[in-house]
Structures are given as structure tokens and as C-alpha cells.
């Protein structure tokens, strides 16, 4: 009797924390649903203004316009995709070394590399935008791109535990048969690695888009603003119109939640694979 | 080295040379400039001029902002003991929830998906001291919610509160420490007529400690770099209430154009991450063992 009284006690706290997070993102959307004066009407509060009396779509049309929204997506993809194809390009080669490959040297630089996971990225930040002032990247896409191409340690030991759990025999086998290590890397390994290669590019087309820091450090021209730092500054330019700004929200943030709901089990076991190394 | 462990380093080597040049070019060569700016006065504009200790006596004795910032990141890890509360709950939660898992996974992690931008522009909105989402709900409770963000006294917690909301991350951490909890072990425990609280104290907790370690450090780290919410809710105000560290840190960086200076706080931190870094090696040992036990089964 009392076991079936505590799992209803845990079904509801079950339901209760489901509705508490995803609340407010409901309320974003009734938000940006109403017309601007109506929000802010003195009569009622937040939760009687959760089912919208009267819709106004036309704060997404006129966020699309203060937003830029289409010009600064298109920024952000732009951005994304690069920084994905040179992740996904440079860490299965470096993962393949560090894994598949035997050479004297090769743990000692793989511990080094696992150190680097914990260095904060505040840290570097400041170094080496000196760095890419002095190179002259300053104003570019470069200092958000090129990085991708040469590496990320967590990517790296990711793919690298993928890779140690492929058989030896397959790749024995190609060896006998006179491939070269890249051919093994491309025709062997890479096709049995497709699920944590979607974990990596996901995770890492999700962390390029929301990146804030980055964008906002290196580019100084507004045409080529990517999405959060072009809703920072929306933010700016209309503290008060809460409807525009949850409409400019809804906007930025559909795109990754639909990613998401699209990719989970990829999300859930990159995100899981985070808590594993150390 | 004989001719064919050369030929396989000189192979390794290339195989790793983008890590490893990124390494060098993106980390080394950097950390090391700005150890050498950090003894520097430098403005971007003209060359830096060697100043020596200035900066850190600055950091340490003078500039008083900096031990404000300091407070209040102190302060902001109060959230971590919370957030193992939440994390372990709400995987426990889940863990149970053997049919609408998938579902109520969903929900639970899609605030954690969200730029920090846009929840801190949600949450600008959930913490309006009038007609915000978290005052109407205390309001249910009959309890007058503060003003927040507005108030040096509340906006901390206020950004606490945001923080937990986005929770779901340690949540799917949690959870995969949890199944990896052997479930002979709770069956031998209730045999031995453990009650639910008894086989989570001995069993459960013993079992995903290692990843509340791991999280805690990481949480730390963090929040030692909070920047991207204070920069686009609050520019550090209240009465610098939300003047956190990597606020502070950028700001002198990039608005009062103290480079040098923002380069010793950098070192700052990242002699406390390599002090966590150091932690996280040290108690590794522990935890791996418990995988290899894992393992073994």
C-alpha cells in the first residue's frame, strides 16, 4: 500500500518538474503571441496571460525585420556548417592517431590533450584574440573557423573511445590487404563510427550556434552578426516591447529545439559522454 | 629509436598535427603571450611596456571591483550544492519513469538546449517583478515575490534560479551514472531489509559520488567564467551585484581596454582551473576503479 502511494508521489513530482521547466518556454511563446500593449496591461499576471485572449502574429513579422533574422541565420549556418565540416574533418584523423595507430610518444600526448579539455575557454579568450588581432583576423569569420579545423580535444577523446571499441580484426584485415592507414580510416572506420560522428557533428553545430562570446568579441561589423549576438542587440535596441523580444527569442531558439527533439538519442549520449571524461 | 618506431612516430605525428598544431598556435604560444602581457601595460593602441607586478598588486590590493566580482562569484556557488539536489532528483525521477521516459526526458532538457542568450532574455521576462512568470506563481503560493533582478539583494538569486531551470544537462549525466548502478547491488541491499532511504544512502549515493565530483568541479569552473547571462540581463548591475569575474574580466578586456591587467586576471582563473584540473586527476583514480569493477561483472 505504501509503495503505491509513493510512486504516485514520484509520478506527480515526475509531472510537477516536467511542467516547471517547461513552462516558461511556453510562456515565451504566448508572450510573443500577443499584441504589446496587452502583456503589460495592468489586470491579471503571468498565468492568466498564458492562453493568449488575442493573437498578434505580426510581432514576428516585425522581429523578422529589427532582428534581420533571415540575413543573420544565414550568417550563423554559415558558420556552423564550416565550423562542423572542419571539426568533423580534423578530429577523426587526430582520434584515428590516437586510437588505431601505434607510436612511441602517443599517451603521453593524449593525456596532455585531455588536460586541455578542463583549460576554460575564458581563459583563452583573451590570448588569443591578441593572437588573431595580430594576425589580423580581427572583423572576419576566421578566428570562429579555422580553430574548428585544427581540433577539439573533446571531440577528439569522444571519438576516440568510439574508435577503440571497433574490432582489431577489421582493420588487420584491410592492412593484410594493403591499404594505407588513411584508406583504413575512410573505408573501414569512419562507416562504423557514423553513429558518434552525428553525436559530434550534433553537439558541435548546437555549440557553434549558441556560441555568444566568440561572435560577439570578433565581429564588429553588424551585417555580420550571427543569431545571438544579433539578439543581444535587439535586446538593446527594445528593453520594454516583451512581445518583439519573445518573438525574437522564439525565433532564435525553434531552430535548436527542433534539432534536438530531431536528434535526441545523438544529444543524449554526447551530453552523457561529457560527464565521462576526466 | 630504430628505423621503424621512427617511421610509426613520424606517422602518429602526422596524424595528430592539426590537434597538435592548434595546441601550440591556439594554447601554448597564447597562455604564454599573455603571461607576458600580464606583467605588461597594454592598451591595444601602443606596444606594452613592461610593468612588472603592477597588475596582479592591482588585482589583489587596489582595484576594488575585483574582490566585488570576486563575492559574487563566491556567492554564485552556492548554486552547486542545489544543483546536485536537482540534478540526482530529477534523474532519479526519470530513472523511474520506465514508459514516458523518452517523453519527460524531452521536456526536462529543453531548457539546457537553449543559447544562453535567449534564456537570458526569457528570463528577463519570468523574473519581471510585475507581471513575471516566477512572481505569478509565488503569488499562487500567497507569497509576494521581490523585484529580482532590479534588486541587488535578489538578483543573484534571481540568475540562481535561471540556472537551475537549465538543469537538464547533469540531469542526463546523472541519469547515466544511475543505470550504471549494478542492480544486484539493490537487490542484495533489500534482502538485507534496506528501506528506499537506506539503499540510496549506501548504494545509490556511493555509486554516482564520483560523478557529482566531476560535476561540482566542472560547475565551479563554470561559474567562474559567468559572463554571456550578466552581459546581456544585467551589464553587472544592481549596485554591481552581478558584476561576476568573467564579467569584470571581459569588460577590462575589451571596454576599458586593460589588456595587461585582464591578462593577470586570466591567469588568475586559470591557476584555480588547473588547481580543479589537478583535484579531478588526483581523485580519478577512485572513480576509474570503480568503472574497471563495473567492468569486471
Known amino acids: ?278 | 629509436m630504430s628505423l621503424a618506431d621512427r617511421r610509426r612516430l613520424v606517422r602518429g605525428l602526422l596524424f595528430v598535427s592539426p590537434w597538435l598544431v592548434g595546441f601550440v598556435g591556439l594554447q601554448l604560444y597564447p597562455m604564454l603571450l599573455s603571461l607576458y602581457l600580464s606583467f605588461c601595460r597594454y592598451n591595444t593602441l601602443t606596444p606594452p611596456r613592461f610593468v612588472g607586478i603592477e597588475n596582479y598588486r592591482t588585482m589583489l590590493f587596489a582595484d576594488e571591483y575585483v574582490w566585488t566580482s570576486i563575492g559574487n562569484t563566491l556567492f554564485m556557488m552556492l548554486e552547486l550544492p542545489a544543483s546536485v539536489v536537482l540534478g540526482i532528483g530529477t534523474a532519479l525521477l526519470l530513472n523511474r519513469a520506465a514508459r514516458a521516459i523518452g517523453l519527460f526526458r524531452t521536456l526536462y532538457c529543453l531548457p539546457y538546449v537553449l543559447p544562453s542568450v535567449s534564456a537570458g532574455l526569457l528570463w528577463l521576462w519570468v523574473l519581471n517583478s510585475d507581471q513575471g512568470l516566477v512572481n505569478a506563481l509565488l503569488g499562487l503560493l500567497h507569497i509576494p515575490g521581490p523585484s529580482w533582478l532590479k534588486d541587488a539583494q535578489w538578483a543573484k538569486p534571481g540568475f540562481m534560479l535561471m540556472d537551475l531551470w537549465g538543469i537538464g544537462g547533469s540531469t542526463l549525466i546523472y541519469l547515466a551514472a544511475l543505470q550504471g548502478v549494478p542492480q544486484h547491488l539493490h537487490e542484495a541491499a533489500e534482502l538485507d531489509g534496506a528501506g528506499p532511504w537506506a539503499r540510496f544512502r549506501h548504494v545509490t549515493l556511493p555509486a554516482v559520488s564520483p560523478t557529482v565530483f566531476f560535476l561540482v568541479v566542472t560547475g565551479a569552473l563554470g561559474v567562474l567564467q559567468y559572463f554571456a547571462q550578466t552581459f546581456v540581463m544585467t551589464k553587472g548591475q544592481p549596485e554591481n551585484s552581478t558584476l561576476f569575474f568573467g564579467l569584470y574580466l571581459f569588460q577590462n578586456a575589451f571596454e576599458y581596454f586593460r589588456m595587461g591587467f585582464a591578462c593577470a586576471m586570466a591567469w588568475l582563473l586559470f591557476l584555480v582551473a588547473l588547481l580543479a584540473t589537478y583535484l579531478i586527476f588526483r581523485t580519478s583514480a577512485r572513480w576509474v576503479y570503480y568503472e574497471a569493477q563495473e567492468g569486471a561483472r
Open chain 1, 1 to 278: 500500500m505504501s509503495r503505491s502511494l509513493a510512486r504516485l508521489a514520484a509520478g506527480a513530482a515526475l509531472v510537477l518538474f516536467a511542467v516547471l521547466f517547461i513552462l516558461p518556454l511556453l510562456w515565451m511563446v504566448s508572450t510573443s503571441l500577443q499584441p504589446e500593449g496587452q502583456v503589460l496591461s495592468g489586470t491579471g499576471n503571468a498565468l492568466t496571460h498564458l492562453i493568449p485572449r488575442r493573437l498578434a502574429p505580426v510581432n514576428y513579422v516585425k522581429a523578422l525585420q529589427t532582428l534581420h533574422f533571415v540575413p543573420y541565420l544565414l550568417n550563423t549556418l554559415y558558420v556552423c556548417v564550416l565550423v562542423v565540416a572542419g571539426t568533423l574533418a580534423s578530429c577523426t584523423v587526430v582520434a584515428y592517431g590516437f586510437s588505431r595507430l601505434r607510436w612511441p610518444g602517443r599517451d603521453t600526448l593524449f593525456s596532455i590533450m585531455l588536460a586541455t579539455i578542463m583549460l576554460p575557454p575564458a581563459v583563452l579568450l583573451l590570448p588569443q584574440f591578441v593572437v588573431f588581432r595580430s594576425l589580423g583576423w580581427v572583423g572576419t569569420y576566421k578566428p570562429l573557423i579555422v580553430p574548428a579545423f585544427l581540433g577539439n580535444a573533446f571531440f577528439i577523446f569522444l571519438l576516440r573511445q568510439f574508435f577503440l571499441g571497433i574490432p582489431e580484426e577489421l582493420t588487420d584485415a584491410a592492412r593484410i590487404e594493403g591499404a594505407s592507414e588513411p584508406q583504413i580510416l575512410w573505408h573501414v572506420i569512419a562507416p562504423l563510427a557514423k553513429p558518434a560522428l552525428v553525436t559530434v557533428a550534433l553537439l558541435c553545430f548546437v555549440w557553434s550556434w549558441t556560441d555568444f562570446m566568440g561572435p560577439l568579441v570578433y565581429l564588429s561589423d553588424d551585417r555580420m552578426y550571427t543569431l545571438t549576438v544579433g539578439l543581444a542587440s535587439f535586446l538593446d535596441r527594445h528593453r520594454a516591447d516583451w512581445s518583439g523580444l519573445m518573438a525574437g527569442t522564439t525565433l532564435v531558439t525553434t531552430p535548436l529545439a527542433v534539432l534536438f527533439l530531431l536528434g535526441q538519442r545523438f544529444f543524449v549520449r554526447g551530453i552523457q559522454m561529457t560527464g565521462l571524461k576526466g
